[in-house]
């Protein structure tokens, strides 16, 4: 799209260069214009002072366009003058203001040499509205540009990232007849091009270019190589390189422009591998390629890439600075590479470089011997401030603290306060040389953290009276931290003094503060306290945490308090407090306990008269309890309403509802739900499948029990202990013993041991059968298994009668007095016959 021509009147001017909001320059530096015509000898002492007046006068405040003064000199302007002028001014917006002026005076007329020093002007102000705007201007005037002076202003262009209007300009100037360009150019144009991803407009403009007969030289290949790079084509960018490098033209800076992009783009290897093959070509990087590069590497976590680069940096004569060595050591720091790092530092200072107070803080952050600690600590220099000192030695206490040596960190900070002690030697003897400085908060919260972190809370505390005794103000952290501590003890009373304290100290406490010493009313099931507590949060606008009223919910709810519990709810809510689902799922389910279920009602409906929605947890726990009462349609009626919320009802839903029809009686709709659950896609556990074969076997279908059974291994659903008991128990009291026998077999063979129930259950149903050779084996299986019931076991009256009738029978007679013989089944039994 061709840029649009504007009629230029006065009125227009002052639109194209609107006021923007002022910005000064202390300097303008403006690059040598190609050509230009101010550098001619032709200058003389008149038009000097032509420029000194105008610039006078236009930084005058306030500046009067209609000035006799200024009205004099307009005639006498000329481009060179007005050139001068504006290299002189220090303002873009005075600047702005004289190009319009210029502008506007009669038989004057811009030359490409003053529209480059404007759009210089406005490029380094990042002015790109304006600049957009002088485009326009330059069209509608018909000025001519040399091809230098057109290359100059569109890298002015390039500079603001006006890449399209740079492209877009080079066309109008050229199509109107305003410029022939030349290779220079086209390179400054190709060099603006490089910096947008639209390869396609480079590569057309490249053909141009050569269609043109102008030859590709040094300047139009590093373009090139900057654009493949800029769009990650790094195998073209590689060949375009080699061509470079084939024509003798590859130097560091270009070298710099591949590696750098490789790098930007975390291809460390790759980046190190063009390192290394430009050293083969015998071409050395420079300092702030290599510099560029170490960053780089650090900040992709490859400081052994680092490493290796700042070797060669060395290896090519350049000397890093500190900035260099505290990136390269907070590398190796994070990498946890400590003993790198400590050597890294030894060898900054062999070579003369000071490690500043953030490098040795890095190093004393992390884990350090004793020895190397002094070692360290022996390099800072005298006439360190004060603060860095202190940061220093906080650094220290840190990585104590952070290693365990609670003991040694403690020492240290006592050492700082200026107490004699002889537990350290070496830390003693240190500060026998070094400049005492006394610890500040953080040295004291570091310390204190650590104490309370090791439960050393009484010496955290014996801490806190050694700051305020030396004036040394704690802060909100490690109050909060000591009253956190004192809570988790019992120490609630403490932990309210220590509240009196700071708020006396003049600081307020967060909602941290007043939750730490709430959680322990809770957990003290002090409701009084706890309500009191609230009402001070409130009064603050802190929010108590719900996991606190929770557990005192629920610890009342569990102690049989479950009316205070419910209580304790309305009052939250009365102080704006509203509750969530699951502290009011605590006081339904201690409700349901007590068989409160009209009340566990009553408070689930006022829960959701709040707005709040209740989640399939709480229903659960109001479906068991109805299930419970045999209040199985309302149970129902529930879980239509889970659906209905569109909540997805769970297998524990269905459990207790295919429970309770299972002891109802009314197996065929505890079936219905089994079917239901599969329709909605929810897979029934073991729970589910013998819960239904329990109820079938009470309901005296066993062969239902076995389908169902046969179902849920189908379903991949393997049976437990509990699940194989459960049958077995069910197909005895449904008399049949030789099935129940069978899966008996099968539990042992899955190595499941049957509890004495079980036995108890096999004998009677055998008995009952009139199978008593049968019985008798399961006694003695029942004997051998040390499953016998107790005087005590309800199932001892049915054992010792079954043990009677095998007594009177003729094949199992014998048996039964050899076993009263061997101990194993007492001679009463017998004798009460």
């Given at each position: 799209?061709?840029?649009?021509?504007?009629?230029?009147?006065?009125?227009?001017?002052?639109?194209?260069?609107?006021?923007?909001?002022?910005?000064?320059?202390?300097?303008?530096?403006?690059?040598?214009?190609?050509?230009?015509?101010?550098?001619?000898?032709?200058?003389?002492?008149?038009?000097?002072?032509?420029?000194?007046?105008?610039?006078?006068?236009?930084?005058?405040?306030?500046?009067?366009?209609?000035?006799?003064?200024?009205?004099?000199?307009?005639?006498?302007?000329?481009?060179?003058?007005?050139?001068?002028?504006?290299?002189?001014?220090?303002?873009?917006?005075?600047?702005?203001?004289?190009?319009?002026?210029?502008?506007?005076?009669?038989?004057?007329?811009?030359?490409?040499?003053?529209?480059?020093?404007?759009?210089?002007?406005?490029?380094?102000?990042?002015?790109?509205?304006?600049?957009?705007?002088?485009?326009?201007?330059?069209?509608?005037?018909?000025?001519?540009?040399?091809?230098?002076?057109?290359?100059?202003?569109?890298?002015?262009?390039?500079?603001?990232?006006?890449?399209?209007?740079?492209?877009?300009?080079?066309?109008?100037?050229?199509?109107?007849?305003?410029?022939?360009?030349?290779?220079?150019?086209?390179?400054?144009?190709?060099?603006?091009?490089?910096?947008?991803?639209?390869?396609?407009?480079?590569?057309?403009?490249?053909?141009?270019?050569?269609?043109?007969?102008?030859?590709?030289?040094?300047?139009?290949?590093?373009?090139?190589?900057?654009?493949?790079?800029?769009?990650?084509?790094?195998?073209?960018?590689?060949?375009?390189?080699?061509?470079?490098?084939?024509?003798?033209?590859?130097?560091?800076?270009?070298?710099?422009?591949?590696?750098?992009?490789?790098?930007?783009?975390?291809?460390?290897?790759?980046?190190?591998?063009?390192?290394?093959?430009?050293?083969?070509?015998?071409?050395?990087?420079?300092?702030?390629?290599?510099?560029?590069?170490?960053?780089?590497?650090?900040?992709?976590?490859?400081?052994?890439?680092?490493?290796?680069?700042?070797?060669?940096?060395?290896?090519?004569?350049?000397?890093?600075?500190?900035?260099?060595?505290?990136?390269?050591?907070?590398?190796?720091?994070?990498?946890?590479?400590?003993?790198?790092?400590?050597?890294?530092?030894?060898?900054?200072?062999?070579?003369?470089?000071?490690?500043?107070?953030?490098?040795?803080?890095?190093?004393?952050?992390?884990?350090?011997?004793?020895?190397?600690?002094?070692?360290?600590?022996?390099?800072?220099?005298?006439?360190?401030?004060?603060?860095?000192?202190?940061?220093?030695?906080?650094?220290?206490?840190?990585?104590?603290?952070?290693?365990?040596?609670?003991?040694?960190?403690?020492?240290?900070?006592?050492?700082?306060?200026?107490?004699?002690?002889?537990?350290?030697?070496?830390?003693?003897?240190?500060?026998?040389?070094?400049?005492?400085?006394?610890?500040?908060?953080?040295?004291?919260?570091?310390?204190?953290?650590?104490?309370?972190?090791?439960?050393?809370?009484?010496?955290?505390?014996?801490?806190?009276?050694?700051?305020?005794?030396?004036?040394?103000?704690?802060?909100?952290?490690?109050?909060?931290?000591?009253?956190?501590?004192?809570?988790?003890?019992?120490?609630?009373?403490?932990?309210?003094?220590?509240?009196?304290?700071?708020?006396?100290?003049?600081?307020?406490?967060?909602?941290?503060?007043?939750?730490?010493?709430?959680?322990?009313?809770?957990?003290?099931?002090?409701?009084?306290?706890?309500?009191?507590?609230?009402?001070?949060?409130?009064?603050?606008?802190?929010?108590?945490?719900?996991?606190?009223?929770?557990?005192?919910?629920?610890?009342?709810?569990?102690?049989?308090?479950?009316?205070?519990?419910?209580?304790?709810?309305?009052?939250?809510?009365?102080?704006?407090?509203?509750?969530?689902?699951?502290?009011?799922?605590?006081?339904?389910?201690?409700?349901?306990?007590?068989?409160?279920?009209?009340?566990?009602?009553?408070?689930?409906?006022?829960?959701?008269?709040?707005?709040?929605?209740?989640?399939?947890?709480?229903?659960?726990?109001?479906?068991?309890?109805?299930?419970?009462?045999?209040?199985?349609?309302?149970?129902?009626?529930?879980?239509?309403?889970?659906?209905?919320?569109?909540?997805?009802?769970?297998?524990?839903?269905?459990?207790?509802?295919?429970?309770?029809?299972?002891?109802?009686?009314?197996?065929?709709?505890?079936?219905?739900?089994?079917?239901?659950?599969?329709?909605?896609?929810?897979?029934?556990?073991?729970?589910?499948?013998?819960?239904?074969?329990?109820?079938?076997?009470?309901?005296?279908?066993?062969?239902?029990?076995?389908?169902?059974?046969?179902?849920?291994?189908?379903?991949?659903?393997?049976?437990?202990?509990?699940?194989?008991?459960?049958?077995?128990?069910?197909?005895?009291?449904?008399?049949?013993?030789?099935?129940?026998?069978?899966?008996?077999?099968?539990?042992?063979?899955?190595?499941?041991?049957?509890?004495?129930?079980?036995?108890?259950?096999?004998?009677?149903?055998?008995?009952?059968?009139?199978?008593?050779?049968?019985?008798?084996?399961?006694?003695?299986?029942?004997?051998?298994?040390?499953s016998f019931p107790e005087s005590h076991d309800k199932n001892f009256s049915n054992t010792r009668d079954a043990i009677i009738k095998l007594s009177k029978n003729d094949m199992t007679s014998s048996g039964i007095q050899a076993l009263i013989k061997e101990g194993n089944i007492?001679?009463?039994?017998?004798?009460?016959?």
């Amino acid at each position: 799209m061709a840029l649009r021509s504007l009629s230029l009147t006065h009125q227009n001017r002052g639109k194209l260069f609107r006021a923007l909001n002022p910005c000064a320059f202390s300097s303008l530096l403006f690059p040598s214009l190609p050509y230009s015509t101010t550098d001619s000898h032709e200058s003389n002492s008149y038009n000097s002072r032509i420029v000194d007046t105008l610039i006078s006068i236009f930084t005058r405040e306030p500046f009067t366009p209609n000035d006799p003064e200024t009205m004099h000199l307009s005639p006498r302007i000329t481009s060179q003058v007005v050139e001068s002028v504006l290299k002189g001014l220090k303002s873009w917006k005075i600047a702005q203001t004289f190009f319009i002026w210029a502008s506007n005076q009669n038989g004057y007329k811009h030359s490409c040499y003053t529209f480059n020093a404007m759009g210089s002007i406005l490029s380094r102000a990042q002015q790109s509205a304006l600049l957009r705007d002088m485009l326009k201007y330059v069209l509608h005037s018909r000025c001519s540009f040399t091809p230098g002076a057109l290359g100059f202003l569109i890298r002015c262009l390039g500079n603001v990232g006006l890449i399209e209007e740079a492209n877009e300009f080079f066309d109008e100037v050229r199509l109107m007849g305003l410029c022939v360009p030349n290779n220079y150019s086209y390179n400054c144009l190709l060099e603006v091009l490089s910096k947008s991803s639209s390869i396609d407009l480079l590569e057309m403009r490249l053909k141009e270019m050569r269609d043109m007969g102008w030859q590709f030289d040094k300047y139009t290949l590093t373009s090139i190589l900057h654009a493949y790079c800029n769009s990650g084509k790094f195998e073209e960018a590689l060949n375009v390189y080699n061509k470079i490098h084939g024509m003798g033209w590859a130097d560091a800076h270009i070298c710099s422009v591949l590696v750098c992009s490789v790098s930007k783009r975390a291809m460390v290897d790759k980046a190190f591998e063009l390192v290394e093959r430009m050293e083969e070509q015998d071409i050395t990087l420079n300092e702030k390629t290599f510099c560029i590069l170490i960053h780089g590497f650090v900040k992709e976590s490859r400081v052994d890439k680092a490493l290796q680069m700042f070797d060669k940096m060395l290896q090519a004569g350049f000397t890093p600075d500190v900035s260099l060595y505290d990136v390269l050591i907070g590398g190796l720091c994070r990498n946890q590479e400590l003993d790198k790092a400590f050597n890294l530092c030894l060898e900054m200072i062999k070579f003369g470089v000071q490690p500043d107070a953030e490098i040795l803080t890095k190093i004393l952050s992390t884990s350090l011997d004793r020895s190397r600690i002094i070692q360290l600590l022996e390099e800072i220099p005298e006439d360190i401030k004060e603060n860095s000192r202190v940061l220093l030695y906080n650094a220290i206490l840190n990585s104590y603290v952070c290693d365990g040596l609670i003991d040694e960190a403690y020492h240290f900070l006592q050492v700082m306060m200026g107490r004699s002690s002889t537990t350290d030697m070496q830390i003693d003897t240190f500060y026998s040389v070094k400049k005492m400085v006394f610890p500040n908060t953080n040295s004291f919260g570091i310390v204190i953290d650590g104490l309370l972190k090791n439960a050393r809370l009484d010496l955290a505390l014996g801490l806190l009276n050694d700051m305020q005794q030396n004036f040394c103000k704690p802060n909100i952290v490690i109050y909060n931290n000591l009253i956190k501590e004192l809570c988790n003890s019992g120490r609630l009373e403490e932990g309210f003094d220590l509240l009196r304290k700071m708020k006396e100290s003049g600081l307020q406490p967060t909602e941290f503060t007043h939750n730490s010493i709430y959680g322990c009313l809770c957990q003290r099931k002090d409701i009084l306290g706890a309500i009191n507590m609230l009402r001070e949060m409130r009064t603050c606008g802190h929010e108590p945490w719900i996991k606190y009223s929770t557990l005192l919910v629920k610890g009342l709810s569990g102690c049989g308090r479950v009316v205070e519990a419910c209580d304790f709810l309305s009052i939250m809510v009365q102080e704006g407090f509203l509750p969530d689902i699951i502290s009011y799922s605590a006081a339904i389910s201690g409700l349901i306990k007590i068989q409160e279920v009209d009340r566990a009602l009553h408070l689930f409906r006022d829960f959701c008269s709040h707005g709040y929605y209740p989640d399939v947890v709480a229903f659960n726990i109001l479906v068991d309890g109805l299930c419970k009462e045999n209040r199985l349609i309302e149970a129902e009626n529930l879980l239509n309403e889970i659906v209905m919320r569109g909540l997805s009802p769970s297998v524990v839903t269905y459990n207790c509802l295919i429970d309770g029809w299972c002891k109802n009686g009314s197996i065929d709709k505890a079936r219905l739900l089994l079917y239901r659950m599969f329709e909605e896609g929810r897979q029934p556990n073991i729970i589910t499948y013998v819960t239904l074969v329990d109820g079938l076997c009470r309901a005296g279908n066993p062969d239902d029990a076995l389908l169902i059974w046969n179902e849920m291994e189908r379903k991949g659903c393997a049976p437990n202990r509990i699940a194989f008991m459960a049958l077995i128990h069910g197909l005895c009291k449904c008399c049949r013993p030789t099935d129940a026998l069978h899966f008996l077999r099968e539990m042992e063979c899955k190595e499941m041991k049957a509890d004495s129930y079980i036995y108890a259950a096999l004998l009677s149903a055998f008995i009952s059968d009139l199978n008593l050779p049968s019985a008798f084996e399961i006694l003695k299986e029942m004997i051998d298994k040390g499953s016998f019931p107790e005087s005590h076991d309800k199932n001892f009256s049915n054992t010792r009668d079954a043990i009677i009738k095998l007594s009177k029978n003729d094949m199992t007679s014998s048996g039964i007095q050899a076993l009263i013989k061997e101990g194993n089944i007492p001679a009463s039994f017998l004798s009460t016959s």
